[in-house]
Structure formats: C-alpha cells, structure tokens
C-alpha cells in the first residue's frame, strides 16, 4: 500500500520561511513525478510546483516562482519544498502528490495525479 506524509507545516509571519517534506513508502511505489498542491478554504485544489523524478525538470506555478524551491538532489521518494518569503495568500492546506504512470513531463492538474498525502496546514500572518 502506497502512502504520502507529509510534514513541516505551522504558523508564521509574512516573509518567513518554511519547509515542507514529504516522504513516499510502499513496495510498489516508483513515482514518475512528486509535487506539491495547495487549497485555501473555499477554493480548489492549486498546483504548487513537482519534479520528474527521472531527469529532475521542475515545474512552479507562477504565483510561487522565485519564491519556493524544490531540490534537484532529494531521494527518490521523498519531495521536499522550500518556501521562501511566505505570504498571506499562501496559506493554505498543503498536499504532497505522486504520480506512479509513465509521463514526460510534470501534471498541473490534480486529477492526473495517482497518490496524495494527508495534508499539512500552512498559516501565514500578516
């Protein structure tokens, strides 16, 4: 059985940083592409930024470029997130996801993806 933790959410103040990880198990799970999505209360589920686990192409969203990082070098079933001058707008539920399907490049769309994390609550204070 597949599962996604994450961890590394809380509260902090605008401009802060903080970092997310997420760590993939099960025997059969060999993710084509990790990524993170968002979802603030009352809208929908937001793709954050993934990577291609075999080449390591990383895609953001544009709302996070320049701000949040994923590393080329994390193993390969884990994905960690570094955000960098946190906003207000970003807070939000975030949610690692794993896409275990041959793919070429990194999904935005939640529905492509085969396996989600729980969720870690990230809270920005103005």
């Known amino acids: 059985q597949v599962q996604l933790v994450e961890s590394g959410g809380g509260l902090v103040q605008a401009g802060d940083s903080l970092k997310l990880s997420c760590a993939g198990s099960g025997r059969t799970f060999i993710p084509y592409v990790m990524g993170w999505f968002r979802q603030a209360p009352g809208k929908g589920r937001e793709f954050v930024a993934g990577i291609m686990k075999n080449g390591g192409n990383i895609y953001y969203a544009e709302s996070v470029k320049g701000r949040f990082t994923i590393p080329r070098d994390d193993a390969g079933n884990t994905i960690n997130l570094h955000m960098n001058s946190l906003r207000p707008e970003d807070t939000a539920v975030y949610y690692c996801?794993?896409?275990?399907?041959?793919?070429?490049?990194?999904?935005?769309?939640?529905?492509?993806?085969?396996?989600w994390g729980q969720g870690t609550q990230v809270t920005v204070s103005s």
């Open positions: 996801a794993a896409v275990t399907r041959f793919t070429i490049q990194v999904p935005t769309s939640p529905d492509l993806y085969d396996y």
